[in-house]
């Protein structure tokens, strides 16, 4: 009888001590062609999870991370996801990078009741309450970025160029009805998207060289994402097209990216974000050291870093408040939570999931790095545009409205059902 109770014992002690641990999904493409940017984002969290583990994890519960590779493959992040929540029974998911991708998710994550920090700025036009956008909405970087063409560089046409998906097509149908409403001509604004992956750029910088035959200034939106930007980048240095003919603003091209180009040739460029390793501060500076020494000297860091680095922090303080898990307990803590970010200020998630975020316009240089010339105060994120008229009725709430959508003018939450 001693031994049978012995053995329960011991066998409610071993489910305990396995339920007492944390799990975090780290949902990254680490092969195919978002694997350049995405296996950085592996490793910020595994860093952040031993420094976690190192002050005694959450609670005094250690924190354990679950891998997967979904491969840059669309409908298998959706898969990915479904076997970190049913079969891994992770507590929190952070992941994706390309909204289609996020877009793949976000049914499943909704229908099991996940949670899920996405790290990387997006098109917006989009609210769930299992997600938390990290990242950049439009305000916080399209429409910014847009504006500083327009009033610092003079710049009087447009080429759009994307890669083929949601981000890039709705970030851009955005810009083009704001550019329409700052008096640029639609004849004045050059749209084209390019498959994930593309390689031949010359007829396309072709058409952008062409653009400004008639003398008008004209510049570049990039919303090409992964290893096609290398392609369009060497296009743009074999074509002799510096910053001063034609500038280049990137939306998707940090310290990362740079890091596999030759960057002689594209020094004056731009880039857009809410971070840049170069920004100055002691935060910023000891994240830096502790990056390099986990992961190497030659390592560099980058915006998406940034957000999952705010993310983590924001979360364990939320599941520390709520003294669980549970996705619902945590979300009610993750409002309002405060948390500094690396350019010397201070993230606040807001109500309807998104950041408070300095906007930075950053110039390439030749060693690969930003030299910061352009830094707003923190942007609150907007999860619908004000640009489009269908989406500046509606305001994202889930504090105290409850509601992803909510209808100003009706006063009533529309109900839309995911259909990615």
Same mark, same amino acid.
């Given at each position: 009888?001693?031994?049978?109770?012995?053995?329960?014992?011991?066998?409610?002690?071993?489910?305990?001590?396995?339920?007492?641990?944390?799990?975090?999904?780290?949902?990254?493409?680490?092969?195919?062609?978002?694997?350049?940017?995405?296996?950085?984002?592996k490793d910020t969290m595994l860093m952040l999870i031993d420094q976690q583990n190192e002050k005694g994890g959450i609670n005094g519960e250690k924190i354990i991370p679950v891998v997967v590779d979904p491969a840059s493959d669309w409908p298998l992040f959706a898969e990915k996801a479904r076997e970190l929540l049913t079969v891994e029974n992770v507590d929190v998911i952070f992941g994706n990078w390309t909204s289609v991708s996020r877009k793949s998710v976000l049914p499943v994550i909704?229908?099991?009741?996940?949670?899920?920090?996405?790290?990387?700025?997006?098109?917006?036009?989009?609210?769930?309450?299992?997600?938390?956008?990290?990242?950049?909405?439009?305000?916080?970087?399209?429409?910014?970025?847009?504006?500083?063409?327009?009033?610092?560089?003079?710049?009087?046409?447009?080429?759009?160029?994307?890669?083929?998906?949601?981000?890039?097509?709705?970030?851009?149908?955005?810009?083009?009805q704001y550019l329409k409403d700052k008096g640029i001509d639609q004849d004045d604004i050059f749209v084209n998207y390019t498959p994930f992956g593309h390689s031949d750029w010359s007829k396309i910088v072709a058409d952008v060289v062409a653009l400004g035959a008639d003398g008008k200034k004209v510049g570049v939106i990039s919303t090409i994402n992964g290893d096609a930007n290398i392609g369009f980048y060497k296009e743009l240095a074999a074509a002799g097209i510096s910053a001063d003919d034609i500038p280049v603003v990137a939306f998707s091209v940090g310290e990362e990216e740079l890091? $596999?180009?030759?960057?002689? %040739? !594209?020094? /004056?460029?731009? #880039?857009?974000?809410?971070?840049?390793?170069?920004?100055?501060?002691? &935060?910023?500076?000891?994240?830096?050291?502790?990056?390099?020494?986990?992961?190497?000297?030659?390592?560099?860091?980058?915006?998406?870093?940034?957000?999952?680095?705010?993310?983590?922090?924001?979360?364990?303080?939320?599941?520390?408040?709520?003294?669980?898990?549970?996705?619902?307990?945590?979300?009610?803590?993750?409002? $309002?939570?405060?948390?500094? %970010? !690396?350019? /010397?200020?201070? #993230?606040?998630?807001?109500?309807?999931?998104?950041?408070?975020?300095? &906007?930075?316009?950053?110039?390439i240089q030749?060693?690969?790095?930003f030299d910061i010339i352009s830094q707003t105060i923190e942007v609150a994120g907007d999860a619908w545009t004000d640009f489009l008229p269908a989406s500046a009725v509606l305001k994202s709430d889930w504090k105290d409205l409850e509601c992803g959508m909510y209808n100003t003018e009706t006063k009533s939450c529309v109900q839309l059902k995911s259909n990615y």
């Open positions: 009888m001693k031994k049978t109770l012995l053995a329960s014992a011991l066998t409610t002690l071993c489910v305990s001590s396995a339920m007492a641990d944390i799990k975090v999904g780290i949902l990254h493409s680490l092969s195919g062609t978002m694997a350049i940017s995405e296996t950085t984002l909704e229908e099991l009741n996940g949670l899920l920090f996405y790290p990387v700025q997006y098109e917006g036009e989009e609210s769930s309450k299992n997600v938390f956008y990290t990242g950049a909405a439009p305000n916080q970087q399209a429409i910014p970025a847009t504006d500083y063409f327009l009033e610092e560089l003079g710049v009087e046409k447009f080429a759009l160029l994307g890669t083929d998906y949601v981000y890039p097509r709705t970030t851009n149908n955005i810009l083009e890091a $596999g180009l030759d960057t002689t %040739n !594209l020094v /004056g460029h731009l #880039a857009a974000w809410n971070y840049f390793q170069s920004a100055e501060g002691d &935060v910023n500076a000891n994240f830096i050291k502790t990056w390099k020494k986990t992961m190497g000297e030659n390592r560099v860091t980058n915006d998406p870093m940034e957000a999952h680095y705010i993310g983590f922090n924001m979360w364990v303080n939320a599941v520390e408040a709520a003294g669980s898990t549970d996705v619902d307990l945590v979300r009610a803590e993750m409002y $309002g939570q405060k948390f500094p %970010n !690396l350019t /010397g200020g201070v #993230a606040e998630m807001l109500p309807n999931h998104h950041l408070s975020k300095p &906007v930075l316009i950053g110039e030749d060693n690969g790095q």
